[in-house]
């Protein structure tokens, strides 16, 4: 607040602060414009930031890479799994279709997808042991798609924390992201190396390979923290040491936009001439006619 009031000659008259009363109104603008000027510069000198996922694949008793295929299922045609010791499974349907899981030849689930035209995913806990047998019959009376199969040898605390069992993992990025930069990959404590078997989906998520193990670095540039129109003088800006007096000069100049248009201007050419010394591009110029403001 300070150099804002000082930028814009607000801060004192013939050397003595001014009151609050007689600066109010820029008072009153600074934060709404101090918001805005933080977003719009850090799409100029960018904000880094990183958000870390782990992945450490689960086997699936199927087999290595085994049951990811979609397969169909017609009626009269069943497929039957036996496998031992299945304590956990992740599968996704496609249309009206019905799933038994038995426990040594005793039905324990039943699972029926009525949804059609796309995939859902059901999954789950078995309840049974390391020794039981376990049957699973993808059945029932109509034509459905199923894919991505995966039976493990483990349980989960909750029948949601059973992992997906896809060739690619999905991951949601957080919310306060603006553009992506890179991924680190780190195998194991001798590996840091650039990774670049992700995929990138509507700047929404990253996708990473499932059978890669590791913990991955997932490198962004975000947006500032939204300041609010009642934060106080002791709020920090969030932003780059480098970008705070450009963040001040651009809240300036909208602030005097309207009723002093000469500071406006003049501020508007400090802030050109400052930020093509912080970002060393020239390029960066003013394309409207400056007015010199003088006191």
Known sequence: ??????LLDEATKKGIDLPTTKNA????????????????IAGIIKIPDVFQVTQNPIPNLLGLLKGYDMKQHLPGKDEVITLTGVKSY??????????????????AKTITNTIKGTFTAHRGNTGATSTD????????????????????????PLDADVPPYNSYVEYSVPTDFMEFDTVIMRGDPRVYQNYI?????????????????????????????????????????DAEDKAIELI?????????AAD????????????????????NDSRISETTVQTIYSM
């Open 1 to 6: 607040m300070d150099l804002f009031l000082r």
């Open 25 to 40: 109104d820029y008072r009153d603008k600074f934060n709404y414009f101090l918001d805005y000027a933080c977003k719009y």
């Open 90 to 107: 992740y599968m996704e349907l496609d249309n009206v279709g019905t799933v038994t899981i038995a426990i040594n030849g005793v039905t």
């Open 133 to 156: 047998t376990v049957t699973i019959t993808f059945g029932g009376e109509y034509v459905y798609n199923y894919r991505n199969t995966g039976f493990y040898g483990y349980a989960f």
């Open 197 to 237: 078997a992700y995929k990138w989906e509507n700047n929404k998520k990253v996708i990473l390979n499932a059978n890669d193990k590791g913990s991955f670095d997932v490198h962004y540039f975000r947006y500032p923290a939204t300041i609010l129109p009642t934060a106080d003088d002791a709020t920090e800006i």
């Open 248 to 256: 001040v000069l651009e809240a300036g100049i909208k602030a005097t």
């Open 260 to 279: 002093n248009p000469s500071l406006s201007s003049w501020l508007r050419q400090l802030f050109i001439e400052q930020i093509q010394n912080v970002t």
